[in-house]
């Protein structure tokens, strides 16, 4: 059992290491510069990454980011009005062939928004018509059959987890601004005498 532990380890690792540090910073300075305007950042996805959306935008709104998650199925039935002019949007999607999710990048394309997509695969029809994006390389889901959505889903959390960490640190969020939106549970005890 351990060294399916540490062979998870190695294929996570690899993959971060994959990572090109350029794009990643790209997508930082991007989202900062797009909170900097009073504009969102704005996540999408299906399947198994709605739970890792969720968790990038509990993240940020802690933070007092504004962030929100677009459900790429529910976009198309009024959800699209989230999007404002000049938000960011990142798609995430391993295959960039996904049908939903290049339906609502075309519709994006019509607003005044920067796309990113987020995705595992070098060629894809996302990646040919989306211009950012971070392509993490992924060796094996960790599945019985490198199918299921395991470890793509998992680097997916740490990339953005990165992200919003990043943008923390740049915007300077200090100690009190999370105090402030987290005064329940263990946490806001820990910090009440802070």
């Known amino acids: 059992m351990i060294d ?3 062979h998870l380890i190695s294929v996570i690792n690899y993959s971060i290491e994959q990572i090109d540090e350029k ?4 997508l930082v300075n991007d989202s900062v510069d797009t909170l900097n ?3 969102k950042i704005i996540v999408s996805g299906l ?3 709605v739970p890792i959306c969720d968790k ?5 709104v802690s933070l007092g980011l504004d962030a929100c998650f677009l459900h790429t199925n529910s976009a198309i039935h009024g959800d699209l009005g989230v999007v404002k002019e000049g938000d960011l949007v990142i798609i995430l999607t391993k295959s960039g062939e996904t049908e939903e999710s290049i339906y ?3 519709l994006l394309t019509k607003r005044n928004i920067n796309p990113w997509l987020i995705t595992f695969r070098d060629n894809s029809t996302l990646t040919n018509e989306i211009e950012n994006k971070l392509v993490i390389h992924l060796e094996h889901e960790g599945d019985l059959w490198n199918v299921m959505p395991n470890n793509s ?7 953005l987890q990165a992200v919003a960490m990043q943008i923390a640190k740049k915007k300077n969020i200090k100690l009190e601004d999370f105090k ?5 549970g263990y946490i806001g005890e820990m910090l009440k005498n802070e």
């Open 37 to 39: 305007r009073n504009n």
């Open 4 to 6: 399916y532990f540490k």
């Open 56 to 60: 990038f935008v509990g993240t940020m």
């Open 104 to 106: 609502l990048s075309r």
């Open 47 to 49: 399947g198994k990454n």
């Open 153 to 159: 889903t998992t680097l997916n959390l740490i990339v």
């Open 23 to 26: 794009v990643f910073l790209k």
């Open 180 to 184: 402030m939106n987290h005064p329940g």
